[in-house]
């Protein structure tokens, strides 16, 4: 008797503590199915990384069938129809940025599928673009296995973070490198991306940003770790509880607060351009040249599409 009621009170004396030291952020907006017309404006400008894109506004995308939205199914997708004519811009997408900002917040993003394939280069990012800094939340190229998440801040940030000095040299070092030149990050997991991602039902991504730290993570879809706030979208949720970020920038040689503005969501499908172009494309075993190849396959581009089962924000 006497033992069971000292177990009681210390559970109640750490029950309260962990009321007292944990940070839980209350959903803000939940973005599913047709809630993406709502959440996002279509932006038809021209690529600033020059990708061999034509990015089309709402009403186009919608007539071409280029989003789509049903249920808790939103598609964003490039045409993968017709040829391409080498006097335009390049092959019809759709570049969408959420209408709200947010600063210290905490987004999910429940990712069922993403664009691959050979030419490609998609997004799901974070910034403001009438500045530097910017997080780049799942980004790769040409159908790669690993997400490079990687964090950016103005040419004078003065902002240092620890990374591999060459990203896919698992040899290399570990250095303080200047975010001015991008701290790109990989998951462990080498089904973050591409095609491996696809193929096992996509996963969750979800980033946490405070004022001295942002953190990111990626669940695997059947992988037993994902937090139950987490899979289930629930109306609050408790980082705190999410395990070792795979992405973990801190304060400790750079001023996250002032290198970072209240940021859009954007996702983004481009092709070629600075990063899928060459030498990467040829790299990965892509056919000819990368414009040749995406002005001139359509049918290459029928899995260039993403599905999104929800996008949660918390705050
Ligand atoms: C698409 O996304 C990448 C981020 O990875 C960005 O660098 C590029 O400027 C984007 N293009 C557009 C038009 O937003
Ligand atoms: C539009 O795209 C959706 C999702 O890929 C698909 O289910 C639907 O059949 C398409 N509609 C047309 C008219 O092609």
Request: with cysteine; aromatic share 12%; proline share 5%.
């Amino acid at each position: 008797m006497k033992i069971s009621l000292s177990i009681t009170s210390k559970a109640l004396v750490a029950l309260s503590f962990v009321s007292v030291v944990k940070a839980d952020y209350k959903l803000s907006d939940t973005i599913v199915g047709k809630g993406f017309y709502d959440a996002f404006n279509w932006l038809a400008i021209p690529d600033p990384t020059h990708g061999r894109v034509n990015y089309v506004d709402q009403s186009t995308a919608q007539s071409q069938n280029l989003t789509y939205a049903s249920g808790n199914t939103f598609i964003l997708r490039a045409n993968f129809k017709d040829v391409v004519s080498g006097s335009s811009s390049g092959r019809n997408s759709v570049r969408i940025e959420s209408k709200k900002r947010f600063t210290y917040h905490v987004t999910v993003y429940d990712v069922r599928h993403i664009p691959q394939g050979c030419g490609t280069w998609p997004a799901i990012w974070e910034t403001d673009t009438r500045f530097y800094g910017e997080i780049d939340i799942v980004e790769g190229v040409n159908s790669e296995p690993q997400d490079a998440a990687t964090f950016w801040t103005a040419p004078d940030g003065n902002c240092k973070q620890r990374v591999k000095q060459e990203l896919d040299d698992p040899s290399s070092p570990i250095i303080l490198k200047d975010c001015s030149e991008g701290c790109a990050v990989r998951p462990e997991s080498r089904k973050s991306f591409g095609t491996a991602f696809n193929d096992n039902g996509g996963g969750w991504y979800a980033i946490e940003r405070s004022p001295t730290f942002v953190k990111l993570w990626f669940w695997e879809r059947n992988n037993a770790a994902v937090p139950a706030d987490v899979k289930n979208g629930q109306s609050s949720v408790e980082p705190a509880g999410w395990g070792e970020p795979f992405f973990d920038m801190t304060n400790d040689n750079c001023d996250i607060d002032s290198n970072l503005k209240a940021h859009n969501l954007i996702i983004n499908l481009t092709f070629c351009g600075a990063y899928a172009g060459s030498p990467q494309f040829e790299n990965a075993g892509c056919p000819g040249t990368c414009q040749g190849f995406v002005d001139n396959t359509p049918g290459a581009f029928d899995k260039a599409y993403f599905d999104i089962a929800g996008i949660r924000v918390y705050q």
